[in-house]
């Protein structure tokens, strides 16, 4: 009997081992990015302009399209080129407006909304059934006694992050 619980430990734990050695082959990538490097191994980037018919904030269009550029090159091994990439990405800032989000008992704004929009064009040079063209948005609310000169800044900086997160999973993260 003693040598059949022995044997059965030892069973055991050679299954144990198996199990344990088999869950760490599992990869994990920190930051979302699935991306076959045999296959992709450059991106270009179109300037982004903003077409925005609802007003205009200069500094816009330089933060979406750093942001948007860093992004794939601290999270992706890929090589930037300046056109005729594996992966193309090109659009335009499409809304950038404000609205009266409450009003108070006085008949005055309380809250105030931001809102950005951008057209995204995805092409994948080597597996076109990949490429799309989709708009992202992102909003912030602010409160209205504020001038939005005093708040612009932040509140661009981030749904600019929001957006560019979105980008980036819906073209390389394949969530």
């Known amino acids: 009997m003693g040598l059949n619980k022995k044997k059965y430990r030892f069973i055991?734990?050679?299954?144990g081992f198996a199990c344990l050695l088999a869950a760490c082959?599992?990869?994990y990538k920190f930051n979302g990015?699935?991306?076959?490097?045999?296959?992709?191994?450059?991106?270009?980037?179109?300037?982004f302009p903003n077409r925005s018919a609802a007003f205009v904030w200069g500094?816009?269009?330089s933060?979406?399209?750093?942001e948007l550029q860093d992004i794939y090159m601290q999270q992706t091994?890929?090589?930037?080129?300046?056109?005729?990439g594996d992966l193309e990405l090109s659009g335009e800032i499409t809304n950038y407006d404000a609205?009266?989000?409450g009003v108070g008992a006085d008949g005055y704004s309380t809250m105030a909304e931001l809102r950005m929009t951008v057209n995204v064009r995805f092409v994948n040079n080597t597996n076109h059934a990949e490429d799309f063209e989709q708009q992202f948005s992102a909003s912030r609310e602010y409160d209205a006694s504020q001038q939005l000169?005093?708040?612009?800044?932040?509140?661009v900086t981030e749904m600019i992050e929001e957006i560019v997160d979105q980008i980036f999973n819906a073209t390389v993260a394949n969530w």
Request: net charge positive.
């Open 99 to 101: 609205y009266n989000k």
């Open 12 to 15: 055991s734990m050679c299954v």
């Open 25 to 27: 082959s599992v990869s």
């Open 63 to 66: 933060m979406f399209n750093t």
């Open 149 to 155: 000169s005093s708040v612009q800044e932040g509140l």
């Open 77 to 84: 091994r890929l090589k930037q080129t300046r056109q005729g």
């Open 59 to 61: 500094p816009m269009e």
């Open 33 to 47: 990015a699935s991306i076959n490097y045999d296959k992709v191994k450059t991106i270009s980037f179109e300037n």
